[in-house]
């Protein structure tokens, strides 16, 4: 027996990776439906060797169906993520608009599972910035091992994690460098992203950090453990998929480099490439398209006591997006709804 099971914003890159996942991993399915604004009802999209028609999330009835993965934003989330939970149909939200409220569990299967009991109070369960979500899947089995007291981050964010318009802005862009008479400006980001990086990702705050850099902080302690202090360093990049990190670890224990490759051999979702030769590390190009969190360049940071660096890459839309809701459907399978 499966489930019942709704995506919401199906025709979206993330919506449409829900869809893949779901298939690829063999989700137990009974019957699915693929929901978007009114605009696009009627659009067909695939899942598996089915294709679907998107109905109108504006008059779709939750009632009866057992969970809803939502890729819609933060404004259209505030409508219909109470109105399917009312209904009894837990929601997994891709969006921002949950993860920061103490009655909402954040969850990376890898990492914090006991806290999905948590969905109950509300039956909304949170979906971590993409960033933030493969960063502490490499953390966790260091900070068991070592206790974190401190990590920096600098990131190298693929435009796609700015949606279609983000990956369409760059390839525009890039086309029109070698075509002069077409000239691109900014719309989506802040400045040509084509041939150049850009510091800054989401809306300044007062002190200084962008809003997604906060999120990063905020969210790691939620996930990881509140004591950590992290400071991070947002850029977009012009790649197009596939998110990368520079991670500096100060530890409370001294952890060798050979037994920090060792554990995250080990640890689930996480896969090393760290060969100390040219070429010996895995790039956003290579991530595509894959399951795991990728580690390589670790190495010991001698300017601190106690410190590790390691290079982090993964796939935007699938670990920092569409993977880990599906994960999370898993999980809330396995221990909570036990259909499958």
């Given at each position: 027996?499966?489930y019942?099971?709704?995506?919401?914003?199906?025709?979206?890159n993330?919506?449409?990776?829900?869809?893949?996942?779901?298939?690829?991993?063999e989700?137990?399915?009974?019957?699915?439906?693929?929901?978007?604004?009114?605009?696009?009802?009627?659009?067909?999209?695939s899942?598996?060797?089915?294709t679907?028609?998107?109905?109108?999330?504006?008059?779709?009835?939750f009632?009866g169906?057992?969970?809803?993965?939502?890729?819609?934003?933060?404004?259209?989330?505030?409508t219909?993520?109470?109105?399917?939970a009312?209904?009894?149909?837990?929601v997994?939200?891709?969006?921002?608009?949950?993860?920061?409220?103490?009655?909402?569990p954040?969850?990376?299967?890898?990492v914090?599972?006991?806290?999905?009991?948590?969905?109950?109070?509300?039956m909304?369960?949170?979906?971590p910035?993409?960033?933030?979500?493969?960063?502490?899947?490499?953390?966790?089995?260091l900070?068991?091992?070592?206790r974190?007291?401190?990590?920096?981050?600098s990131?190298y964010q693929?435009?796609s994690?700015?949606g279609?318009?983000?990956?369409?802005?760059l390839?525009?862009?890039t086309?029109?460098?070698?075509?002069?008479?077409?000239e691109?400006?900014?719309k989506?980001?802040?400045?040509?992203?084509?041939?150049?990086?850009?510091?800054?990702?989401?809306?300044?705050?007062?002190?200084?950090?962008?809003?997604?850099?906060?999120?990063?902080?905020?969210?790691?302690?939620k996930i990881?453990?509140?004591s950590i202090?992290?400071?991070?360093?947002?850029?977009?990049?012009p790649?197009f998929?596939?998110?990368s990190?520079?991670?500096?670890?100060?530890?409370?224990?001294?952890?060798?480099e050979?037994?920090?490759?060792?554990?995250?051999?080990?640890?689930?979702?996480?896969?090393?490439?760290d060969?100390?030769?040219?070429?010996?590390?895995?790039?956003?190009?290579?991530?595509v398209?894959?399951?795991?969190?990728?580690?390589?360049?670790i190495?010991?940071?001698?300017?601190i006591?106690?410190?590790?660096?390691?290079?982090?890459?993964?796939?935007?839309?699938?670990?920092?997006?569409?993977?880990?809701?599906?994960?999370?459907?898993?999980?809330?399978?396995r221990?909570?709804?036990?259909?499958?």
């Open positions: 027996m499966g019942r099971v709704v995506v919401a914003g199906a025709t979206g993330v919506g449409r990776e829900m869809l893949n996942i779901l298939a690829e991993r989700f137990p399915v009974d019957e699915i439906a693929v929901l978007a604004s009114r605009r696009s009802q009627g659009t067909e999209v899942f598996a060797d089915r679907l028609k998107c109905r109108d999330i504006e008059t779709f009835d009632e169906w057992d969970m809803a993965l939502f890729a819609i934003g933060s404004e259209a989330t505030k219909y993520a109470p109105r399917a009312r209904a009894g149909c837990v997994i939200d891709n969006s921002s608009l949950y993860r920061y409220d103490p009655a909402v954040l969850i990376v299967p890898e914090n599972p006991d806290a999905i009991e948590g969905f109950r109070e509300k909304i369960i949170a979906n910035n993409c960033s933030t979500a493969q960063m502490v899947v490499a953390l966790k089995p900070h068991d091992r070592a974190i007291r401190r990590v920096v981050v990131t693929s435009v994690g700015a279609k318009e983000g990956m369409d802005e390839w525009d862009q086309k029109s460098i070698y075509n002069p008479t077409s691109v400006p900014p989506k980001f802040q400045k040509q992203i084509a041939f150049n990086v850009i510091p800054q990702i989401d809306v300044f705050m007062e002190d200084g950090t962008t809003k997604e850099e906060w999120k990063m902080v905020v969210e790691t302690k990881l453990d509140p202090k992290v400071t991070a360093t947002c850029v977009r990049v790649v998929v596939g998110h990190e520079a991670i500096n670890i100060e530890f409370e224990d001294f952890l060798d050979d037994e920090a490759r060792d554990i995250l051999r080990e640890a689930p979702g996480v896969l090393v490439v060969k100390r030769e040219p070429g010996g590390y895995v790039t956003p190009v290579e991530c398209g894959d399951y795991a969190t990728y580690v390589s360049r190495r010991q940071d001698g300017t006591e106690n410190g590790l660096n390691l290079w982090c890459v993964s796939d935007n839309l699938r670990k920092g997006a569409a993977l880990n809701a599906v994960q999370i459907a898993e999980l809330l399978g221990r909570v709804l036990r259909k499958g």
